[in-house]
């Protein structure tokens, strides 16, 4: 086997902005393993500022797996613990390489197009008028859910789009999960959740920042809302970590990236250890392109996890690589009959 990787800058067709601030672009690196005439691919995408292996030392990791590319079992086990965005990526590009159709990575009925995955439909942060006309769009285009990106603007203003959604479509009606980036204090947090559950809000995503973990479970302890853990797992690698992680915590879901929390033998790792405390979960993408949310959406969909799940990003980018995903009536398909086109990853 040999293997190689290419950088790839994807650019956002509208500005994204969370309460970590406003991104423009992002940074992708495609893994590439050969053996003989067959070619597997796979996506590696840390976020800055957020995953932890998003800093310099990623490219020469990555070259040092490509160069010993023959000690894969190693990289997967445990090489790799410390990079969850390259260990995801070597994984999906060592299963498309033994794939028998190229990027049918986990067929089922997903893949031969006879089942969609339900997706929430994703608000960005920005000005009021902006985030109105986001949640429009997706209501029109038949989402059910929708969530909502929160804690960048006043939050009495975000708590005003949210009132307005509600008079006009009610919670068996329309589901709204909102993600704070962990931007509450645990004072604001406790004020602000009691102001989202009276709105019936589904569920808030990190109200506070990873790391304060006394203070998440003591929130979570008093129930004023269902809580959903996001950034509180990344960097949480062994299996006595995550357990007791969510037995001290115990949020009502977590909320899996591949990509940020341990490719998807650690995410998967992550489902089981919640199932047995009783908690939810749901899969989310991680911003990737086309070439990480199929491999993304292709295991999801093995899963049977009814909710919502966070795979409707394929769209954000004005030069991402062109699939057979496709979304309708807020579903994720994948259209066999559609082929890959990666003479992109010669473009940006």
Not at 18 to 25: A, E
Not at 179 to 202: C, P, S
Not at 235 to 247: I, R
Not at 271 to 291: C, D, H, K, M
């Amino acid at each position: 086997m040999k293997a190689y990787f290419v950088k790839y800058k994807l650019h956002f067709k509208r500005p994204a902005g969370t309460s970590r601030g406003v991104m423009q672009s992002r940074d992708s690196w495609f893994f590439f393993i050969k053996n003989k005439n067959k070619t597997g691919i796979g996506e590696i995408a840390p976020l800055k500022n957020l995953s932890c292996d998003a800093n310099a030392e990623l490219e020469p990791k990555i070259a040092e797996v490509c160069h010993n590319i023959q000690d894969y079992n190693y990289w997967v086990d445990d090489g790799l613990m410390n990079f969850p965005s390259l260990r995801f990526g070597l994984e999906t590009a060592m299963l498309d390489l033994k794939a028998d159709e190229d990027k049918i990575l986990f067929p089922s009925d997903f893949t031969q197009e006879n089942i969609g995955i339900p997706i929430n439909g994703l608000v960005w942060m920005g000005e009021p008028d902006y985030m109105i006309q986001q949640i429009d769009e997706k209501i029109n285009d038949g989402f059910r859910c929708i969530k909502l990106k929160i804690g960048a603007i006043d939050f009495n203003k975000e708590v005003a789009i949210l009132q307005s959604v509600r008079k006009r479509f009610s919670a068996d009606k329309l589901e709204i999960r909102v993600d704070a980036n962990g931007a509450f204090t645990m004072e604001e947090a406790r004020k602000n959740l009691q102001k989202l559950a009276a709105l019936q809000i589904h569920s808030i995503e990190q109200p506070i920042a990873a790391g304060k973990n006394k203070e998440l479970a003591d929130l979570c302890r008093e129930r004023i809302m269902p809580i959903a853990l996001d950034e509180s797992l990344i960097g949480v690698h062994k299996t006595k970590d995550k357990a007791v992680l969510l037995s001290v915590i115990r949020p009502e879901y977590i909320i899996l990236k591949p990509s940020l929390h341990g490719g998807i033998a650690g995410c998967s790792e992550w489902i089981e250890i919640a199932e047995g405390l009783n908690i939810g979960w749901w899969i989310t993408s991680a911003l990737e392109s086309n070439v990480g949310l199929n491999a993304i959406a292709q295991w999801t969909a093995t899963l049977g996890n009814p909710l919502p799940q966070g795979l409707g990003t394929g769209s954000l980018y004005t030069n991402n690589i062109p699939s057979p995903l496709y979304i309708r009536d807020a579903r994720l398909f994948y259209q066999p009959k559609e082929k890959w086109n990666l003479n992109y990853l010669n473009h940006e």
